[in-house]
DNA sequence: GACCGTTCTGGGATCGTGCACAGAAAAGTC
DNA sequence: GACTTTTCTGTGCACGATCCCAGAACGGTC
């Protein structure tokens, strides 16, 4: 079993069948779900390919077959912002460890220029992955749209902007997310509930605005313009965003911000304006990253589930490989309440 | 060009000398560098891959060289850590960006439990990789030297354990780190300086202590074995070691700790006791990952210098896949001072 | 026994490349 | 011009799997 230095050349289905004593043909029956081959032929196979150790050649695989076994995980830009963001690591982990699974290597590939996407697209294209698995924080992004029109089954994290879209995708329910925290800032008797809400050019932003304001409406507190700014779920955009509120409506008693990120911007602006959290401004946050955990109050905010986003998108990707439409799913949210309220 | 609702058959290789007017072999060179083929020959051949779009098919040019002209990035346990670490997001991205300049793709691998490392292994030395890039904070992990003896082509992040090891890898100068952040604290007026080191079974963890007491002899302060602690690198480590030094040496003017994250941790227990940062303690920490800049005050670190990090690792990867024989490099560290000296 | 349908098996064709080889064409040498 | 060397080109084969098809083996029915 020596074998250092070198790779020495692995067993092939041939070697395998000899082994057993039987064609290529049925051995490839035995890998390809053991259907129209007798018990002892099954056994037999089995028994070979545990004695010599034979893994399946994809490459061989794919060249016939046409499938690459394979699905690429596509960023596209802003890198920086997103990729420190702690809820892309999640996404990461839970989408490859869900391919796994199902013995499919993933690709990851990121597009930060305009270069880099060229090379991509054509990469795709070329037919060596059989889907991707997309994520943007930019919504309008056109990439998926292109990827779908090419024939590339595509399941996009979060909600296009176009709603006339066919592409697939899975996203958290953004308008119930923010419904809920409103309901909760009402319930400990706030009134004056600023927002600092996401880019209005994407969904999220959008959605959870529309959150926001259809509670207020319910409740008969009526919507103070003034009460409204957005930011781009940066730390920084937070920072401004409360600041801004605070020379509008100096009287808010609290604030929904659209992501936990922004938050922490947020808390330290109110802080450096003496405002105690949460006692004179109740601050709830969107996401539940690791952010939440560690800021100062503990963060109240909207959990979005990514670990199910992430075994979702694997799921109807899988499911769109099988023949399956493009589906969209949406996930609920959850409250999870800590000290900042 | 319309191509809605399914792939098209890409064009081949063959489609493309019908095109040009040449045989298959003579587009198979100019593919491959070009070599023995007549000016005209190339310049028809270059039109025609431009008009049909073709781009190879990797399967079938794998299944001929053996090579996949794609390589692992194999993280092994333990993941909740380490992913949730900056640190690796811009591993993974640096590796990420310098393989597709080589136009490489990147199969991601997370290796949690036991059986999937078990997957893994088998995926890796069945020849579905040409090599792997291998990130493991438990640098005694028998992994690398185990897919090495499989005549697979490894680089490790980070210096292993074992000495005796063939294994390439890439990693900062810990020792020369140490020495830079000790001679500044002692450089500010400080002789009573505790560590908490990471790890001793790893040689981060040993290698910074040395640099530590290196310093300490050569400035004529002796060691004092109640100012030296040890700690996992996390956050919560960084506060009980802290503690811990605060009880045993409660005269002491300054901690290196060994890692941000660890440091940050630090300032919550030395804040606790009523220590001012830095009056009273200076705190320096190591890696300069983002928690350094975004702790209250800024961290002063040792940057390790990541982005080339991933940059050597791929740069030897890829020279051992050329033939060239396996290489350790240490890349130098910088001193970045903040607020917190 | 003749006939049928189902289950099971083996071998040839095939996927799209790179490579070895043979031979043509061009270039250099005496 | 005859010869060698170098450059350039096309063709057959191989890589390792799947797919298709023909036909064998089996079991049941009339």
Redesign the interface.
Known sequence: MN??????R?PTIHDVAREAGVSRGTVSRVLNGGHYVSPPALEAVNAAIRKTGY?V????R??ITGR?D?VG?LLTEP?ERF??D?N??VL??GC??AL?AH?I??????A?TED?RR?IK??IT???LDGVLLVTSHSADPVAEELH????PVVQCGKPMRSGSKVSYVAADDRDGARDMVRHLLSLGRRRIGIVTGPLDSPGGVDRLAGYKEVLAEAGVGIDERLVVSGDYSRAAGEAGAERLLAQAPDLDAVFVASDLMALGALTALRRAGRRIPEDVAVGGFDDS?AATEATPPLTTIRQPYDRISAEMVRVLLAQLGGEDPAAVILPTELVRREST
């Not at 290597?105 to 990121?110: A, D, G, I, Q, S």
Request: no cysteine.
């Open positions: 074998n250092a230095g070198g790779r020495r692995p893994v050649n994809r490459h061989a794919s060249l690459s394979s995980f890198q990729f420190e702690p892309f690591n990461l982990r490859t460890q796994a013995d290597p993933l690709l990851l590939m990121l930060g880099e090379r054509r990469f070329a037919g060596h029109k090419a024939g590339v690791i």
